[in-house]
């Protein structure tokens, strides 16, 4: 992850000759720098996928896109929003349900609950087995759990609290809406979805989008080493990933 959290998002997936950009939420130039900072050369890019239109994982898509001429596979329903910034020839449309091929990675979208347009999640088939990443989302449905299952590596949102969120400062309407199905994930919930996608493949857990106001790195921690606590089935590493500056590579054999 080059960075998550409500200030702007954007990760990194490498498998064999493959090297596709997850959301692009920082502008270029951080985009760049965080790239630089894990030793990937954003010239060796090999496209950039969208999971909804919302200022934190988009903002340097359009300029990153048409500096470095890389393809962007957005859902069929963004095109017209992001239109006026993305050039043309770069845009993919891809429909969720379908599986399509990236330079040797099968990526398939799937639908998740947010106040956004299109929001998806995603599953990437690589040499090293299934990856999935699902942020943004108010509630994990039961489509966004079979989709995750099988996973030897996945990304969750755990994004906040709900005692920090109930008593801090956020006015009621955002305490509503982040709580809603289509906000956000709290760890609890988070945590009962992982609690469902464990399996002795499983071999690491990124929690993600984690709120600066309303939740803390320790609480989502505890949260899943309880859930983990409670089975012998895997031991994942677990990795929390930060706003300010790139995680540590999730790698896989």
Request: with cysteine.
């Amino acid at each position: 992850m080059l960075a998550s959290g409500s200030k702007g998002n954007a990760a990194l997936l490498e498998s064999g000759s493959c090297r596709l950009l997850i959301d692009a939420g920082l502008s270029a130039r951080q985009l760049c720098r965080r790239m630089q900072a894990v030793d990937i050369d954003p010239a060796s890019l090999t496209g950039l996928l969208v999971s909804h239109e919302h200022v934190d994982h988009v903002r340097g898509l359009a300029t990153l896109a048409r500096r470095y001429n890389l393809p962007v596979y957005l859902h069929s329903p963004l095109t017209s929003f992001l239109a006026e910034r993305l050039c043309p020839t770069l845009v993919n449309e891809f429909e969720t349900g379908r599986c399509w091929q990236i330079a040797g990675i099968e990526v398939e979208a799937f639908p998740v609950t947010h106040d956004a347009v299109s929001p998806v999640g995603f599953t990437f088939r690589t040499e090293a087995g299934k990856l999935g990443m699902a942020t943004d989302l108010g509630i994990a449905t039961r489509l966004v759990e079979q989709h995750l299952l099988g996973c030897r590596a996945v990304v969750i949102e755990s994004n906040h609290d709900e005692t920090m969120l109930r008593d801090g400062p956020y006015p009621w309407p955002l305490k509503q809406r982040v709580k809603s199905s289509h906000g956000h994930l709290s760890n609890d919930a988070a945590g009962r979805l992982i609690d469902r996608l464990l399996w002795d493949g499983l071999e690491s857990l990124v929690l993600a989008h984690l709120s600066e106001t309303n939740n803390l790195p320790a609480l989502a921690g505890q949260t899943v080493a309880r859930v983990l606590a409670t089975q012998n089935l895997c031991a994942p590493r677990v990795v929390i990933a930060r706003q300010e500056a790139p995680t540590d590579w999730v790698e896989l054999t």
